[in-house]
C-alpha cells in the first residue's frame, strides 16, 4: 500500500482514541487527505438518542468542509475490533456527495483492506 494511506491510517488510528462512544463501545477513527495535501481526523460521537450518533468518516469530512476544503485524495478508517468495518451507507453517501471514486482504506489492529469508494456506492446518487 502507499505509504501516503499507511500515514493516513495512523492518524485515523489515532483519531479513534477520542472516540466518544459508551453505548457500543466502538471506538472509530478516520482520516481523510485532501488534495492539497493537508489532512483531517475525526472520530464517531454517539449520543443518549442513539440516531444522533456521528459516524467519525463525517466527522472528518465536516471537519474538512468546514475549513474550506473540498477536494479529496482517499479517506481511511480504522476500528479497534475484531474485524475491520467499511463505511456505513449514510457515510458513504456524504463521502461520494464529494469524493466519488477516491480510494477507500479501512483496517483493524490486524487486517487492512483497500477498495475505492466507486466499488462501495456503485450508482450513487448525486444531483
Ligand atoms: N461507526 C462509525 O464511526 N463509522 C461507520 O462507518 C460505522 C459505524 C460508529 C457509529 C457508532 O458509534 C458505532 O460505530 C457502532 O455503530
Known amino acids: 500500500m502507499k505509504k501516503e494511506f499507511m500515514e493516513l491510517l ?12 459508551p453505548y457500543s463501545g466502538y471506538k472509530v477513527g ?24 456521528l459516524c467519525a468518516e463525517r466527522t472528518a469530512i465536516f471537519k474538512a468542509i468546514s475549513e474550506g476544503e473540498r477536494e479529496f485524495a482517499a479517506i481511511a ?24 471514486k477516491i480510494p477507500v482504506i479501512y483496517a483493524n489492529q490486524t487486517e487492512t483492506i483497500e477498495t475505492t469508494m466507486e466499488n462501495l456506492l456503485p450508482g450513487a446518487f448525486h444531483l
Not at 478508517?77 to 466519488?100: K, L, M, N, T, Y
Open 10 to 21: 495512523t492518524l485515523a488510528k489515532e483519531a479513534s482514541v477520542h472516540a466518544y462512544s
Open 30 to 53: 478516520s482520516a481523510v487527505l485532501c488534495k492539497d495535501g493537508k489532512t483531517y481526523s475525526g472520530c464517531n460521537v454517539e449520543n443518549a438518542s442513539y440516531s444522533l450518533t
Open 77 to 100: 478508517i480504522f476500528v479497534d475490533s475484531d474485524r475491520a468495518f467499511p463505511p456505513c451507507g449514510a457515510c458513504r453517501q456524504v463521502i461520494s456527495e464529494f469524493a466519488p
